[in-house]
């Protein structure tokens, strides 16, 4: 495993929901509760763009694209940082990475998948 790992990938349909988590491995849980947290999502042929992002205090940014339906939160005992996505639709199926920031020093997982199909 790397130092993020996230889970909660699936399919729906369109105007569907999914909640994803990403978990902190036990080498950067020291560094997880300051750390900015983020996800990006990265579509089949396109460049990888940021969803969102959430500070160690719990201020969150988001892409235009997304706000009003997804929303970032974090639970700094467990060292999960939570992307739930609402109405999605199907130019959003995509990988979705998590990155976590403190400093500059930068870690991600390996990403899951999220399909919304007809």
């Known amino acids: 495993q790397g130092p993020l790992v996230e889970s909660g990938g699936g399919l729906v349909q369109p105007g569907g929901s999914l909640r994803l988590s990403c978990v902190a491995s036990?080498?950067?849980?020291?560094?997880?509760?300051?750390?900015?947290m983020g996800w990006y999502r990265q579509a089949p042929g396109k460049e990888r763009e940021l969803v969102g992002t959430i500070t160690g205090s719990g201020t969150t940014n988001y892409a235009d694209s997304v706000k009003g339906r997804f929303t970032i939160s974090r639970d700094n005992a467990r060292k999960t940082v939570y992307l739930q996505m609402n109405g999605m639709a199907p130019e959003e199926t995509a990988g979705y990475f998590c990155?976590?920031?403190?400093?500059?020093?930068?870690?991600w997982g390996k990403g899951t998948q999220g399909t919304v199909f007809s």
């Open positions: 990155y976590s920031n403190l400093g500059g020093q930068i870690y």
């Open positions: 036990r080498a950067i849980t020291s560094v997880f509760n300051p750390s900015i």
